[in-house]
């Protein structure tokens, strides 16, 4: 490739604080897509697709790769947000399924859950490397660059007006979506800097802690197993919650240790996936050889977590601790408790 701004490049990145800042007359608001962040270097038909870890995904997304060509100008770098959608929304275990070592899978999967690109910044055109310039030069670029896009290659909403930016916060999760992302005009691509913001949906639900698992420095609590009680009747694994302070872990152990118990006979005793059930210590392409084993505990602790959304039946990201809850039955810790935005169409988010 012969571009002003050559792969690898590490994403520009977000802060994340509590609420959308309100407008100051500098900046822009966006939907947070939830996807594989990506930036696409195109030099004619040669094309790289760039992940957070600078390591390509390419082979992944022949699909992509083809959009690319089509629907964005013939040398240019975007930033942006490889997405995978069901219906009217997002769909990351589809997405994540992507991901496979087999070329013949790879092109199955292309055909059968197609991904496409949401482009929200323009770091290069041409000649011209455009990192230096002020954001709100390179939107208005990239409005201009995005003009032959199409169904596979999309150009993210932006507003100014934060009125309508908390509107989008709230009815955009109904088609999975978590959140906003604020940008100042001024600010000038930086590779790798949090120096963007994103606000997040903060929720908490009541969860049975029925298992740990250690640290990776040594035998203390490294995080907590988190369950919810499906409708079946089962204890359905759903996340995990960890970053605990050290000090903290070490009590942890302390505290636990009274509700130790063996495998056999606990809720999570039985493989994971086989009977449709949760449980944890799947392997998978993410977990690799990692090992996934964890110490069980009787399920009768209950905690206060918070949370952001849910991916199908778990928690998407990892769980933050809040408290415990000793007044809480663990029989009443069930997905009833959990709050579901209102649904929502991508294709009205895109059409904005």
């Excluded at 947000?81 to 199955?108: K, M, N, T, W, Y």
Aim: a neutral charge; one cysteine or more; glycine letters at 8%.
């Amino acid at each position: 490739m012969r571009l002003p701004v050559q792969p690898p490049i590490a994403p520009m990145l977000a802060k994340a604080v509590a609420r959308p800042p309100a407008q100051d007359g500098t900046l822009y608001y966006e939907p947070k897509w939830d996807g594989f962040r990506c930036i696409v270097f195109r030099d004619g038909d040669e094309v790289h697709l760039g992940s957070r870890n600078e390591r390509p995904f390419t082979r992944y997304f022949p699909e992509v790769v083809a959009a690319v060509r089509a629907e964005l100008p013939p040398r240019c770098v975007v930033d942006g947000e490889i997405v995978v959608r069901s219906g009217p929304v997002l769909d990351f275990d589809a997405l994540q399924q992507r991901i496979h070592p087999a070329a013949s899978r790879v092109a199955l999967l292309a055909e059968r859950t197609p991904a496409s690109f949401i482009a929200f910044d323009l770091l290069a055109i041409g000649d011209e490397n455009l990192m230096g310039a002020p954001f709100s030069a390179r939107r208005a670029r990239l409005e201009q660059a995005a003009a032959r896009a199409g169904a596979s290659v999309l150009l993210t909403p932006v507003t100014r007006d934060e009125r309508v930016a908390a509107e989008w916060f709230d009815l955009f999760e109904g088609a999975g979506l978590d959140g906003l992302v604020v940008k100042p005009g001024g600010l000038p691509y930086l590779p790798g800097k949090r120096v963007m913001l994103k606000v997040k949906h903060e929720r908490t639900a009541d969860c049975v802690v029925a298992g740990y698992r250690e640290h990776a420095s040594g035998p203390v609590v490294g995080s907590l197993l988190l369950g919810l009680y499906g409708g079946d009747g089962r204890l359905h694994h759903v996340g995990v919650a960890s970053a605990f302070p050290m000090r903290q872990r070490e009590e942890l152990v302390a505290r636990l240790a009274p509700y130790r118990t063996e495998l056999s006979g606990h809720p999570w005793a039985g493989e994971a996936g086989a009977t449709g059930q949760r449980v944890p210590g799947g392997v998978s392409r993410w977990t690799g050889k990692k090992d996934m084993s964890f110490i069980p505990l009787r399920p009768e602790l209950v905690a206060e977590v918070a949370y952001d959304h849910m991916e199908g039946d778990r928690f998407r990201h990892t769980a933050r601790f809040r408290r415990w809850r000793p007044d809480r039955d663990p029989a009443s810790c069930t997905y009833a408790q959990l709050e579901r935005p209102v649904a929502y169409d991508l294709d009205d988010i895109l059409a904005r």
